[in-house]
């Protein structure tokens, strides 16, 4: 699961017993009307040449020499410094190689380019662009990054079912799934780089609203609000970040 996912998120069948519910069906992201996630990548000098990432969770430290080192049960990350302006990342699962990504700086340091993507259909198929802009730090990668831009190879989808008491909600593109209870029980979502302290708890608030609360090691990283226009066709999607700062989303019913 690539470090820009991990976020980003998120979100079976229903009863025969109850009518079809208004979230069941595909969805696709409407990236015009949606903003760009507001969580800020932050890294950090970890000293002797290693940094520490966090992007929605902590990746742990990590040397930039190309050395992997464990970030989970099974989980593995290397760095390598490929240039002063440029690091390559890859990521393996049980020793298999899931994913890659490339840091980028440009505009004299200002600009951070990330581009992450799957190499494993395990990990799914998943292929996106990430352009942020400097919040602090000096020169190089450390420092906190704000994101401006998001782009996908391919648009974002989401399969959803929902009966009285539970949901199932599936992203093909980054082979994640969440089955559970709409009584707010945690929890822990199935798919390849999951960190293992993640959990979800769902709460329904009425036909047409579900709330989400995402933890990381028990401390809240998003807030979602999921609501269904009354014409069934749009998902709104209203969310906090870790710092409670608000990002809304759109997306639009295909079938």
């Known amino acids: 699961m690539t470090t820009t996912q991990v976020v980003a998120v998120l979100l079976l069948a229903g009863s025969p017993a109850f009518a079809q519910s208004p979230f069941d069906g595909t969805w696709v992201r409407n990236y015009a009307k949606s903003d760009v996630p507001s969580s800020e990548l932050k890294i950090q000098d970890a000293g002797r040449g290693a940094i520490r990432i966090f992007n929605g969770y902590d990746m ?92 996908d190879k391919e648009p974002r989808t989401w399969i959803v079912k929902l009966s009285e008491h539970e949901v199932t909600w599936t992203e093909p593109g980054i082979n994640l799934t969440v089955r559970a209870a709409t009584n707010g029980t945690p929890v822990h979502p199935r798919g390849p780089g999951i960190p293992e302290s993640m959990t979800m708890a769902y709460t329904k608030e009425g036909p047409r609203a579900i709330h989400m609360v995402s933890k990381v090691a028990g401390k809240t990283v998003l807030t979602v609000t999921y609501s269904i226009s009354e014409d069934g066709k749009t998902m709104y999607v209203q969310a906090k970040d870790e710092n409670g700062q608000p990002t809304k989303g759109v997306w639009d019913k295909q079938r």
């Not at 004299?108 to 602090?136: I, M, Q, Y």
Request: charged content about 25%.
């Open 60 to 151: 742990g430290t990590l040397k930039t020499d190309g050395t992997k080192t464990s970030t989970g049960e099974g989980d593995e990350t290397a760095v390598e410094k490929v240039s002063k302006n440029s690091y390559h990342l890859t990521n393996w699962t049980n020793a298999e190689e899931m994913s890659e990504a490339d840091f980028m700086l440009s505009d004299a340091g200002k600009t951070l380019t990330l581009h992450e993507w799957d190499t494993n259909p395990k990990s799914g198929h998943s292929d996106t662009t990430t352009v942020f802009r400097r919040v602090s730090g000096g020169a190089g990668l450390i420092g906190g990054w704000k994101r401006v831009s998001v782009k």
